[in-house]
């Protein structure tokens, strides 16, 4: 991306959710998308594991994922997957209502890990939302579609029932 003040290139700093110009000193925030994610248009070196477009450096809730634009999915490390959940919840306010159940036959999809070109495992996601979701033990990461993040953050959760039977 090129700099909207005096138009030479701008990079991302290691760390940062915005893009600096080192020419004339700019910063650039970009918006976040419907999905709560920014993108920072800044190639991750890695493949979609479902389209096989290139990924993009981007934030969700100020943790680092790499970004399909095409498919919308996402690569979350496993070591920041918790915490990106918990930030969500935390503003989402009520829980919505619960969801209908995977479907099973997303059990069958193959994914390449985009890091180690190994096939990933598919599995239910062991906490709430109903989904299914590809990992990379090896590589710590984690491999969500459109919305899945969403869905995750804001189903109901057991703390959520227990806090509201307990009034």
Not at 108 to 132: A, I, S, W
């Amino acid at each position: 991306m090129n700099c909207r003040n005096c138009g030479a290139p701008m990079r991302l700093r290691q760390d940062q959710q915005c893009l600096h110009c080192d020419y004339c000193g700019n910063i650039f925030y970009p918006d976040r998308n419907e999905d709560g994610v920014r993108v920072l248009g800044q190639p991750s070196g890695r493949p979609c594991p479902v389209c096989a477009t290139g990924l993009e450096q981007a934030t969700l809730d100020e943790h680092p994922v790499a970004y399909c634009a095409r498919c919308k999915g996402m690569l979350v490390d496993m070591s920041i997957f918790v915490d990106v959940i918990e930030l969500m919840r935390s503003r989402r306010g009520e829980p919505g209502a619960a969801l209908k159940p995977a479907d099973p036959r997303q059990l069958q999809r193959r994914l390449e890990c985009p890091k180690c070109h190994r096939p990933m495992d598919t599995h239910f996601y062991g906490g709430p939302g109903n989904v299914v979701i590809d990992d990379c033990s090896r590589c710590q990461l984690n491999w969500l579609d459109y919305g899945e993040m969403a869905r995750i953050a804001s189903a109901p959760d057991r703390t959520y029932s227990e806090a509201v039977t307990t009034f």
